[in-house]
């Protein structure tokens, strides 16, 4: 099985920050993976699908960036409705299993 | 407009069996795969099962596989999800997500969630 490793596990910033997460294939997945927002007691968000692309209606403060192992994931300009828990998901080829990384909780500093 | 809700969680006793719906709206359910993705109190979301338009590829996590059954029904746009032997670590919040396309990759819109917890 792949594994995928998210990084940090937390993380403080202020408004106006850059801020960057990371995920970590223990092999190589070419461009499957995702980025969801969660915040307490709402639905997940999809933000960035198949490595880079951004979800319609999604700010275009978000991207994503990567391919193979190593993804990124950053927030130019955090805003204060950007505090919550992003999480990272790789696709199984075929399909339709998926797997979530730990999540990043990102607070206000 | 999208919209997913689920029903059917509660309180239950370990070992029992409970089962999830989750009835899509305002879009084509039976031309998408969908998934149940849970949250334990305090820990990250967890992929539970996955199925495709057609129901002819299902997959569960390792977690629930043998106990927890994922089914379909296109004509009633529901998504199920049968939980035998229910364990207090099956707790959690229980979402409906609708995937992007017909066989199972990305989640593009998620349910509100309901909340199962397994307790004697």
């Known amino acids: 099985d792949i594994q995928i490793t998210q990084s940090p596990s937390s993380l403080s910033a202020s408004v106006g920050d850059r801020v960057t997460i990371s995920c970590q294939a223990s092999q190589d997945i070419r461009f499957h993976l995702n980025w969801y927002q969660h915040k307490p007691g709402k639905a997940p968000k999809l933000l960035i699908y198949?490595?880079?692309h951004l979800e319609t209606g999604v700010p275009s403060r978000f991207s994503g960036s990567g391919s193979g192992t190593y993804f990124t994931f950053t927030i130019n300009g955090l805003q204060p409705e950007d505090f919550a828990t992003y999480y990272c998901q790789h696709y199984d080829i075929p399909p339709p299993r998926i797997t979530f990384g730990q999540g990043t909780r990102l607070d206000i500093k | 407009e999208v919209q997913l809700v689920e029903s059917g969680g509660g309180l239950v006793q370990p070992g029992r069996s409970l089962r999830l719906s989750c009835v899509g709206a305002?879009?084509?359910?039976?031309?998408?795969?969908m998934h149940w993705v849970r949250q334990a109190p305090g820990k990250g979301l967890e992929w539970v099962a996955g199925i495709r338009w057609n129901s002819d590829s299902i997959d569960y996590a390792a977690s629930v596989k043998g106990r927890f059954t994922v089914s379909r029904d296109n004509a009633k746009k529901s998504l199920y999800l049968q939980m035998n032997r229910l364990r207090p670590e099956d707790t959690a919040v229980y979402y409906c997500?609708?995937?992007?396309?017909?066989?199972?990759?990305?989640?593009?819109?998620w349910g509100q969630g309901t909340p199962v917890t397994v307790s004697s």
């Open positions: 198949d490595a880079s």
């Open positions: 305002g879009f084509s359910f039976e031309g998408y795969a």
């Open positions: 997500g609708k995937d992007m396309g017909a066989v199972g990759a990305t989640i593009d819109f």
